[in-house]
């Protein structure tokens, strides 16, 4: 027969048993909750993560059209200075031969000059070169001051008169 003591037991295990049950009940809904919470914190990083990739990939071909257009740039400087080079070394022996060194006041000072507008030519490689006017004779050069009386008893002592 059941005693009353073994009842009393009875119903102090069922008591814990419907506590226990509570509060795994109350664990599993807060952890149903947390999960829900991280679900929705995952799909806002994933998406945070494909907007980084795409600009990632942004940042690629951005990268690419730099690299292209610093390579293309160094390219048209490297052309430059070859054409600069080769212009160099063709102008030196022109110029041995075009300019001499003055020999009268007339070679430094010419009687007629060339507008640089007249003077400019493009040489082969489309580089713009001036010519140098040739030197007039010393008969051509006209007195400054217009005092010829002045530069011959000038020329006669040695002195320029400045004053």
């Known amino acids: 027969m059941i005693n009353l003591e073994?009842?009393?037991?009875?119903?102090?295990r069922v008591a814990k048993a419907v506590e226990y049950i509570e509060r795994l009940s109350k664990e599993n809904a807060a952890l149903r909750q947390r999960e829900t919470e991280l679900q929705a914190k995952l799909e806002t990083n994933q998406i945070r993560i494909d907007e980084l990739e795409l600009l990632v990939m942004?940042?690629?071909?951005?990268?690419?059209?730099?690299?292209e257009g610093i390579l293309s740039?160094?390219?048209?400087?490297?052309?430059?200075?070859?054409?600069m080079?080769?212009?160099?070394?063709?102008k030196p022996a022109a110029a041995k031969a075009a300019?001499?060194?003055?020999?009268?006041?007339?070679?430094?000072?010419?009687?007629?000059?060339?507008p640089?507008?007249?003077?400019?030519?493009?040489?082969?490689?489309?580089?713009?070169?001036?010519?140098?006017?040739?030197?007039?004779d010393d008969d051509d050069i006209?007195?400054?001051?217009?005092?010829?009386?002045?530069?011959?008893?000038?020329?006669?002592?040695?002195?320029l008169e400045i004053f």
Not at 77 to 82: D, G, R, V, W
Not at 99 to 114: C, D, G, L, Q, Y
Request: charged share 35%; hydrophobic share 35%.
């Open 58 to 67: 942004d940042f690629k071909v951005d990268q690419g059209e730099i690299e």
């Open 6 to 12: 073994q009842v009393r037991l009875l119903e102090a």
């Open 116 to 136: 640089a507008e007249s003077a400019d030519t493009s040489d082969d490689d489309g580089q713009t070169c001036f010519e140098i006017p040739e030197a007039a």
């Open 73 to 83: 740039a160094l390219d048209r400087l490297s052309k430059f200075e070859k054409a």
């Open 99 to 114: 300019v001499k060194a003055p020999k009268s006041a007339a070679e430094i000072v010419p009687e007629h000059t060339v």
């Open 85 to 90: 080079e080769k212009s160099l070394k063709e």
């Open 142 to 159: 006209p007195d400054p001051l217009g005092d010829a009386a002045n530069d011959a008893s000038a020329a006669d002592v040695g002195e």
